[in-house]
């Protein structure tokens, strides 16, 4: 889900001092020097936000159950995981408000190439831009079906947004 992972990787921009990070992997293979989850991901944070925030790390089958003490979670691709698993941890982040993005996502933001890929994803880029749905928004809009009203419109099971104004509307 793109709008997720963007909603995530926007999370980046917000991180401050204190602030708690999960990085989490799905394998448990050997850690090389320079590993992109431990070592260079941290780096590319710390240098994005300027923070000196508190990054915890988790691989394979370990993922917290509570996720609340987490600003953003920050997950690798998921080759070694199932659907079914990386779906529950998606969908558990989702549950308790917290903010997600793979690896993937979280690196071209650091690294500044995530706008230009979303040119051709305005609501996407809106998200990025923190013009797009808030957080309550998007927690109503979870797992119901969001339909485009207009440009700056969403009509959420018949409850509109407006992205312009953050607002709710019949």
Same mark, same amino acid.
């Given at each position: 889900?793109? %709008?997720?992972?963007?909603?995530?990787?926007? %999370?980046?921009?917000?991180?401050?001092?204190?602030?708690?990070?999960? *990085?989490?992997?799905?394998?448990?293979?050997?850690?090389?020097?320079?590993?992109?989850?431990?070592?260079?991901?941290?780096?590319?944070?710390?240098?994005?936000?300027?923070?000196?925030?508190?990054?915890?790390?988790?691989?394979?089958?370990?993922? =917290?159950?509570?996720?609340?003490?987490?600003?953003? *979670?920050?997950?690798?691709?998921?080759? %070694?995981?199932?659907?079914?698993?990386?779906?529950? &941890?998606?969908?558990?982040?989702?549950?308790?408000?917290? =903010?997600?993005?793979?690896?993937?996502?979280?690196?071209?933001?650091?690294?500044?190439?995530? &706008?230009?890929?979303?040119?051709?994803? =305005?609501?996407?880029?809106?998200?990025?831009?923190?013009?797009?749905?808030?957080?309550?928004?998007?927690?109503?809009?979870?797992?119901?079906?969001?339909?485009?009203?207009?440009?700056?419109?969403?009509?959420? &099971?018949?409850?509109?947004?407006?992205?312009?104004?953050?607002?709710?509307?019949?």
């Amino acid at each position: 889900d793109l %709008m997720t992972q963007v909603r995530g990787a926007a %999370m980046l921009s917000d991180i401050k001092d204190g602030d708690r990070i999960l *990085i989490s992997e799905g394998c448990t293979h050997h850690r090389q020097c320079g590993d992109i989850g431990t070592v260079k991901l941290p780096a590319w944070v710390k240098k994005f936000s300027g923070a000196d925030m508190q990054i915890d790390f988790t691989s394979g089958g370990e993922f =917290p159950t509570d996720l609340s003490p987490y600003k953003l *979670i920050i997950h690798c691709g998921a080759c %070694m995981l199932n659907e079914t698993e990386m779906a529950s &941890r998606l969908a558990r982040a989702k549950e308790q408000g917290v =903010p997600i993005c793979n690896y993937g996502v979280a690196i071209a933001h650091c690294n500044g190439i995530l &706008r230009r890929s979303l040119e051709l994803f =305005p609501e996407a880029l809106a998200v990025l831009d923190g013009n797009g749905m808030s957080d309550l928004a998007f927690l109503i809009a979870g797992d119901l079906h969001l339909a485009v009203v207009g440009k700056d419109e969403f009509d959420i &099971r018949g409850i509109g947004y407006r992205l312009d104004t953050a607002e709710f509307f019949l």
